[in-house]
C-alpha cells in the first residue's frame, strides 16, 4: 500500500517543510524569528529520520508485492510469507538482504543495502513478527543498532493494516531512540492512522508524536490531513498540522490548491502558499 508509507510520508512531511520557507509576511517584515526557526529546523531532523523508516524499511517489509499493490490481510501467515518473498524486489544490490521465515516470524538481515528508489541505506536486523487483528493483520518491527543513512538506532514499531469497504488503512504506533544522520541524540514516540481510498485516490492522517532530538523537546499534532490525486507533489485539501514546544505554537492550516495558513503563537501569516506542491 504505497500511500501509507512511502507516498504519504512525501506529502505530509513536505507540508511541514513549508514552514521553513514561509519567509517573510507582509505583516511580519522581520520574518519568523531565531526560536521558531529553530522549532523547523529540529523538525526538519526529525522529518528525515521518520521518511527513512517508514518509506525506506517498514514500507518494504509490509510484503506488498510493490508499491502499488496493498498489504496481504488474509491471514498473518499468508502476510509473513509474503513478507519473506516479496522483500528482495525492494532492496538493492541483489543478495544484500537475506530472510528467513518460522510460521509468522520473519527475521531480515541487510548487509549494506540501498533501498527503494536509491533514498536509504541499510544495514542490521529486524524480527518482524506478524498476527491478526481485528480488521485485518498486524506486524512487530524490532531492531537494535540499526544503521540507517548515517543513523543508528533502536527502533520497534506495531501497525495494523486493514481493508473494510474498499479502504486501505495502516495504524501505526512506534518507538525510536539512537542518534540521527546529524549526529544528535534522538527519543521519539509516534502515533498514526492513515487511510487510502483508491477509488477517490485520497489519503487521510491523524495522529501525534512526542520527539526529544538534540536537547529540545517538541510534540507534533496532525489533525484531518487529506490529500487526493496522483503523484507525490499535489497539494492537500484539508487539515492542520501543529508543533509545540515550551515557548512556542507553530500551527499550519492547509486550505486546499496550495493554500495554508501559518499561526506562530499569536501571530497570523494568512493566505500563504505552498511552493513544493502542484494546483493545476
Do not use: K
Not at 500500500?1 to 514552514?19: E, I, K, P, W, Y
Not at 492512522?193 to 501525534?208: A, E, H, K, L
Amino acid at each position: 500500500m504505497r500511500t501509507s508509507a512511502t507516498l504519504l510520508v512525501l506529502v505530509t512531511f513536505g507540508s511541514l517543510a513549508t514552514l521553513g520557507c514561509a519567509g517573510r509576511g507582509e505583516d511580519d517584515e522581520a520574518g519568523l524569528d531565531a526560536a521558531t526557526l529553530a522549532l523547523v529546523a529540529d523538525n526538519d531532523e526529525l522529518q528525515s529520520a521518520e521518511q527513512d523508516l517508514e518509506g525506506g524499511l517498514e514500507q518494504p517489509l509490509s510484503g506488498a508485492p510493490s508499491e502499488s499493490e496493498p498489504v496481504d490481510t488474509s491471514s498473518e501467515e499468508a502476510a509473513a510469507s509474503a513478507a519473506w518473498s516479496n522483500v528482495g524486489v525492494y532492496f538493492q544490490p541483489a543478495g544484500c538482504i537475506t530472510s528467513t521465515r518460522d510460521g509468522a516470524v520473519v527475521t531480515h538481515v541487510f548487509d549494506d543495502c540501498t533501498g527503494p528508489h536509491g533514498r536509504v541505506h541499510l544495514t542490521g536486523t529486524v524480527t518482524s513478527t506478524w498476527s491478526r487483528a481485528e480488521t485485518g493483520v498486524s506486524v512487530v518491527h524490532a531492531t537494535e543498532g540499526f544503521q540507517i543513512n548515517g543513523a543508528t538506532v533502536d527502533h520497534t514499531v506495531s501497525i495494523s493494516y486493514g481493508h473494510e469497504a474498499g479502504v486501505y488503512t495502516a495504524h501505526r504506533v512506534g518507538a525510536t531512540t539512537g542518534v540521527t544522520g546529524g549526529g544528535r541524540a534522538i527519543v521519539h514516540s509516534a502515533e498514526y492512522t492513515t487511510t487510502w481510498d483508491p477509488d477517490m485516490r485520497c489519503v487521510t492522517r491523524d495522529g501525534s508524536s512526542e520527539t526529544t532530538i538534540g536537547e529540545r523537546e517538541f510534540g507534533r499534532t496532525i489533525d484531518g490531513y487529506e490529500r487526493c490525486g496522483v503523484g507525490e507533489f499535489g497539494c492537500p485539501n484539508a487539515g492542520t498540522i501543529t508543533l509545540t514546544s515550551p515557548r512556542l505554537n507553530v500551527e499550519l492550516t492547509f486550505g486546499g490548491a496550495g493554500s495554508y495558513d501559518l499561526i506562530v503563537n499569536d501571530h497570523t501569516f494568512s493566505d500563504r502558499q505552498l511552493r513544493w506542491c502542484d494546483a493545476s
